[in-house]
């Protein structure tokens, strides 16, 4: 889950997992279009690259919390 309002537009993540997450041209801010596109060891990487941590591993419940939101 990427919290876009938070996101700087760094593209790290983007560039580190180019099959997990890309960036929003309209907003200028990183999603996720590809759940799993990348092995865990990738992703965790590009999560732990985030300069504002905004990206998080979440559960699909959690998921569906955090979108309505």
Known sequence: Y???SRCIGCRY?????RSTFRMEAEFGAARVF?????T???IAEAIDC???D???AVS???LEVLERH
């Open 2 to 4: 990427v919290d876009e």
């Open 13 to 17: 993540c983007a560039e580190i997992a």
């Open 34 to 38: 590809q759940q799993s596109g990348d």
């Open 40 to 42: 865990a060891d990738v």
């Open 50 to 52: 985030c300069p504002v």
């Open 54 to 56: 905004c990206i998080h």
């Open 60 to 62: 699909f419940n959690e």
